[in-house]
């Protein structure tokens, strides 16, 4: 079964030129698929807004970290964008995550 995703295009995608792409965001340390990502613009992913993040919403801990669901290694943090009306985002910590483009007529449900 495929997912009916809609293309968020709004002034966070105009500002980053317009374009997008679909990744598919990995734990580094043990491959779990962790979510479906709309990155817009070019650039290293850095960090990602929750309303970007497709099918799954990711759980915080009290301190506001992100871990695997998996393995529990620790993956980032929630940390809002100040240059973008405190945008809530997900900070990556360096190394943790791997990324994959991928087309969205291949994102679908398990």
């Known amino acids: ?16 030129g317009g374009w997008t792409r679909f ?3 990995f734990c580094n340390e043990c491959g779990h698929l ?3 990502y709309q990155k817009d ?5 850095k960090r ?3 309303d970007r ?6 759980s915080f801990d009290k301190k506001g970290y992100y871990h695997c669901q998996k393995c529990k290694t620790l993956l980032g943090f929630y940390k809002p964008y100040k ?6 985002a997900i900070s990556w910590v360096d190394g943790v ?10 994102i679908k449900t398990k």
């Open 1 to 16: 079964m495929f997912l009916m995703i809609k293309v968020v295009s709004d002034q966070y995608r105009k500002n980053r």
């Open 23 to 25: 990744l598919k965001i």
């Open 34 to 36: 962790l979510f479906f």
């Open 41 to 45: 613009g070019p650039g290293p992913l």
């Open 48 to 50: 990602s807004y929750l």
């Open 53 to 58: 993040i497709l099918k799954v919403k990711p």
């Open 83 to 88: 240059k973008e009306n405190n945008r809530p």
């Open 97 to 106: 995550i791997n990324y994959k483009i991928t087309p969205l007529h291949q």
